[in-house]
């Protein structure tokens, strides 16, 4: 039997850094997008309720969820009534709203059922072997990139980011390996919908800018995020294409910039490649027909 993956904009439980009060707008920019995506029908407006509670920081009130979702107070209370009958939500002896147990555990069976993760896996731990720094595995997900496995430095000085987490793709080195291997029109595309933030002096921060970042990494193969994200990271990223399973994904090294010298990042640039290199193949191999 052929192995499973998951799809090219490939959908993990995310636990984000957005704030629990929020402005709408403020909501869709955390997307990585410039408007939020229209529900459609009862459980699109469901799912868009569960998504604002399960990707807060902290546990939501009712008025705070009331300002970002675009429906009525009394549709926005059956909804959230649902859910929690659901346990999908529930609610905190304060009155506050967070993810039920029945989300977490969707999520945890989802996780364990990651056929690509557990392809990927001993190619991470093998770059991490060999590079001794953070090592991220990543997901394509809309304008986003989804952390789906990551193994620590061995360093005392570590990345703050989290397995589910997701960051826009413009800003960081697996998210613009990644739209190096799209089409040139849908990398267009995604890059015109950006709601790009200068998060440091080096963020590329126009589609413009984009773009042109794009083009040097279909050349070379490797991308890097030269403090684009976060002041003082740097990291080298390798995209990867799983061909006919439709994933598109991401490998990368990741370190405090003070502590990587230039023959390291050419030593990454290598290692990065033939990772990605390696789990393309493996990918191939379980998605081809078995033999007899």
């Not at 407006?45 to 009525?72: C, S």
């Amino acid at each position: 039997m052929a192995a499973t993956v998951q799809p090219r904009d490939a959908t993990l439980a995310v636990k984000d850094s957005r704030p629990a009060s929020v402005e709408k707008a403020d909501f869709a920019d955390a997307k990585g997008e410039k408007e939020s995506a229209p529900s459609t029908g009862t459980l699109g407006k469901a799912l868009e309720v569960l998504d604002i509670v399960a990707l807060a920081d902290r546990p939501m009130r009712f008025t705070d969820i009331l300002q970002i979702v675009d429906q009525p107070r009394g549709t926005l209370h059956r909804q959230l009534s649902n859910l929690i009958e659901e346990g999908l939500v529930t609610v905190n002896p304060d009155g506050t709203y967070d993810a039920g147990l029945r989300l977490l555990k969707l999520a945890a069976r989802a996780w364990s059922k990651n056929t690509f993760r557990s392809i990927a896996e001993p190619h991470v731990r093998k770059l991490h072997e060999a590079t001794g720094e953070t090592v991220h595995l990543g997901v394509l997900n809309g304008l986003e990139v989804i952390y789906v496995d990551k193994i620590e430095s061995n360093q005392t000085v570590r990345m703050h980011s989290q397995l589910g987490n997701a960051s826009p793709l413009y800003c960081t080195g697996i998210g613009k390996a990644m739209l190096a291997l799209l089409d040139e029109e849908d990398c267009a595309n995604r890059a015109q919908r950006f709601d790009y933030k200068k998060h440091t002096e080096t963020t590329l921060h126009t589609a413009d800018l984009l773009l042109n970042e794009i083009a040097r990494i279909r050349e070379v193969g490797v991308s890097h995020d030269r403090e684009e994200h976060e002041v003082g990271i740097r990291c080298v990223s390798a995209g990867i294409d799983g061909g006919d399973s439709t994933t598109i994904a991401g490998v990368s090294v990741t370190a405090p910039a003070y502590r990587i010298a230039e023959d390291t990042i050419l030593e990454w640039e290598n290692l990065v490649r033939q990772t990605a290199k390696a789990i393309e193949q493996d990918m191939a191999a379980a998605m081809g027909p078995r033999s007899r």
